[in-house]
Nanobody, 120 residues
Framework: QVQLVESGGGLVKPGGSLRLSCAAS????????MGWYRQAPGKQRELVAN???????NYADPVKGRFTISKDNAKNTVYLQMNSLKPEDTAVYYC??????????????WGQGTQVTVSS
């Protein structure tokens, strides 16, 4: 079992910045990918960004050039630096980790979510 602990959400004015963190712990054999999704009221959960085990990154078009995903392998922690925030970035942000067992079975894990509100 893998546990995810998120931190860093909050209220910020348009144009401001926030940094989200997500630390994974537990029975981790191999992390395949780590990432962030978000869900705004009345909308489906959507990918924001993810980062593979080799460091390759993928970003949703609305956040390209403004958000940066990174990870610390030694700490099993993924970060999301969010700059130039817009009101439309307001959502609950969820950490996602795909981890593999020694038998190569992959499991999807989710954090509890952290609220990001962008408002003046």
């Amino acid at each position: 079992q893998v546990q995810l602990v998120e931190s860093g959400g909050g209220l910020v004015k348009p144009g401001g910045s926030l940094r989200l963190s997500c630390a994974a712990s537990g029975s981790i054999f191999q992390i395949v990918s780590m990432g962030w999704y978000r869900q705004a009221p009345g909308k489906q959960r959507e990918l924001v960004a993810n980062i593979g085990s080799g460091g390759s990154t993928n970003y949703a078009d609305p956040v390209k050039g403004r958000f940066t995903i990174s990870k610390d392998n030694a700490k099993n922690t993924v970060y999301l630096q969010m700059n130039s925030l817009k009101p439309e970035d307001t959502a609950v942000y969820y950490c996602n980790v795909v981890a593999a067992t020694v038998m190569s079975t992959q499991y999807n894990y989710w954090g509890q979510g952290t609220q990001v509100t962008v408002s003046s």
